[in-house]
């Protein structure tokens, strides 16, 4: 990569509570944090879980598939960094797991997205350090 | 629930400055114009008004300077941070602030620069803001416009239920007529259903340009006394039946963890703002459903119950909405054609619709005596409107509602 990457990266205020989501899609897996007291997956990082208040959180792998919950697709980001990638589409992931996260549907014609269409989990390595956990369809 | 206060508080006054895109001026000067237009209105002097509250997204002025340059001395006031939803939630604070002997007369206020300062669609000073909390997960993806965020709502609901694009325009329609009845509007032109389809696409699949509201720089104020005090004031009082904000769904700042994501605050508010007031859906007589898009309106209409879930295309494209119609929905124009000022103009309006005063282009409009000719460039005040709803929204998760009674 030759000219810098100019849009927002993750760099959490709290880095304890999110590292663990970071360090693994820099290994190319995607983890979310489950309750040990009422099995309860949920997204995104808290101390605490949403369902039964447990502090006894630990982060479980998870299969990286899903369906697309709903998605928009922008023809202008507000953001200037992103007009590169426009038309392109920000998503909400529903986990087979359970919890839904926002991320960006990749590797698709704008007009073959359905909402509850089968997604996976692609990891886009977008600086040596950040790793973004997008999806394409399945 | 206190049902106790019905009928006990009015609105006295409402005012506002002119809505432009390039005011040059200062949110204090734009906002202290607005309460003294709206203190006139009522018939009120400086020593009257001993309340302030006012709503800001770190856009306006605080209260402290503009009560300064309008010789007020506030027994009560507070700057509240809110967009969306925060003026019928701040008329139920003024009730509470009213009834607890806090004050006796409290100035409602919403001074933006909406267009020339901080943009609602995200550009300007807000989109250089640093990324904390739930943003961590949503900026990197480049979520950051209101838009954005409340099309996740829209997209679901549009392919659950077969809602199309033509169906949407309807309520751009609808406004754009009311609008050209409207001196004070910044997009008077009427728009047909061709114009919307051919605008270009903002948002995939849901909002092209003119489904979105009009960004605009501007300060509203309403007033809000006892009802016995309102009797004695210069304008027919308008009595406040019931009021409710800012009511959520379950989920907070990540609502799209929580189905049916297809679902807005309505549906919590709804019932109870009806149960509050005493009135039915029957009883209403005219609308302000909040339009920042033609599909926040669309989907109040569904879930405050004027309709059932998944027929608000039906509601909307029927003729209801439209002057003229059963229950006509922001006849100013609303956010798509009068001005975006974050909810102030639809409770102003709907003010001026039960006073029977609306400032439309009846040459004896401020008295009272309107044509009811619909047609460009004529009236726009309901006829005979007796009990009036607002619907503000603040996200798919977060709403308010008023209901009046002349
Ligand atoms: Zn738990």
Redesign the interface.
């Known amino acids: 990569m030759t000219t810098e990457y100019q849009?927002?990266?993750?760099?959490?205020?709290s880095p304890e509570l999110?590292k663990p989501f970071w360090d693994a899609a820099n290994r190319h897996e995607l983890v979310m944090p489950r309750c040990q007291k009422c099995d309860h997956f949920?997204?995104?990082p808290r101390e605490e879980c949403p369902r039964c208040l447990s502090p006894d959180i630990q982060w479980a792998s998870v299969s990286g598939r899903g369906r697309l919950?709903?998605?928009?697709?922008?023809?202008?980001?507000?953001?200037p960094a992103?007009r590169e990638?426009a038309?392109?589409v920000?998503s909400?992931i529903q986990l087979d797991e359970g919890?839904?996260?926002?991320?960006?549907m990749v590797e698709c014609d704008?007009d073959d997205l359905?909402?509850d269409m089968p997604v996976v989990a692609v990891y886009d390595d977008v600086t040596p350090d950040?790793t973004?956990v997008?999806f394409k369809p399945a | 629930m206190n049902t106790s206060l019905r009928g006990k508080y009015c609105i006295a006054g409402v005012g506002e400055t002119e809505f432009s895109r390039g005011s040059n001026r200062t949110t204090r000067a734009m906002g202290a114009e607005a309460i003294r237009n709206a203190m006139n209105d009522a018939g009120l002097k400086p020593e009257d008004v001993d309340g302030m509250l006012s709503y800001h997204g770190g856009d306006s002025t605080p209260s402290t300077s503009i009560m300064y340059d309008l010789g007020l001395r506030p027994n009560f006031y507070m700057d509240c941070s809110g967009g969306g939803s925060s003026t019928e939630a701040l008329v139920g604070l003024a009730m509470g602030a009213i009834e607890a002997g806090m004050a006796d007369t409290v100035a409602i206020f919403r001074s933006m620069n909406g267009y020339s300062q901080m943009r609602i669609g995200g550009t300007g000073v807000r989109a250089a803001s640093p990324i904390t909390g739930i943003d961590l997960l949503k900026r990197p993806y480049g979520m950051i416009s209101a838009v954005q965020q409340f099309s996740f709502t829209f997209t679901r609901h549009m392919m659950e239920y077969g809602v199309k694009n033509e169906d949407l325009a309807h309520i751009k329609v609808a406004h754009s007529n009311h609008a050209s009845n409207n001196p004070k509007a910044l997009m008077k032109q009427r728009v047909t259903v061709e114009d919307v389809m051919n605008s270009r696409w903002i948002i995939r699949p849901v909002a092209h340009l003119l489904d979105c509201c009009l960004e605009t720089d501007n300060a509203t104020c309403v007033i809000v006394t006892s009802a016995e005090r309102a009797r004695d004031l210069k304008q027919k009082p308008v009595y406040i039946l019931g009021v409710q904000g800012r009511g959520t769904k379950p989920g907070g700042d990540f609502h799209y963890q929580h189905g049916p994501i297809s679902r807005v605050a309505g549906y919590y508010v709804g019932p109870r703002v009806f149960e509050l007031a005493g009135v039915t859906h029957d009883d209403v007589d005219v609308t302000g459903c909040y339009d920042a898009f033609t599909y926040t309106a669309l989907l109040q209409f569904e879930d405050y119950g004027w309709c059932e879930k998944g027929e608000g295309k039906d509601y909307v494209t029927s003729g209801i909405i439209n002057l003229g119609g059963r229950r006509p929905n922001n006849t100013s124009g609303g956010h798509l054609c009068e001005a975006y000022t974050h909810g102030m103009n639809m409770v102003i309006e709907n003010v001026r619709q039960l006073r029977g005063t609306v400032d439309d282009y009846c040459p004896q409009a401020l008295e009272g005596v309107h044509t009811y000719d619909y047609s460009e460039g004529h009236c726009r005040q309901v006829r005979d409107a007796e009990v009036s709803m607002n619907m503000g929204w603040g996200t798919p998760a977060v709403g308010s509602s008023l209901i009046m009674r002349r």
């Open positions: 849009k927002p990266l993750p760099r959490p205020l999110t949920f997204f995104y919950h709903t998605y928009t697709i922008v023809h202008q980001p507000v953001n992103f990638d038309p392109h920000y909400v919890p839904r996260m926002i991320s960006n704008l359905r909402v950040w973004l997008k």
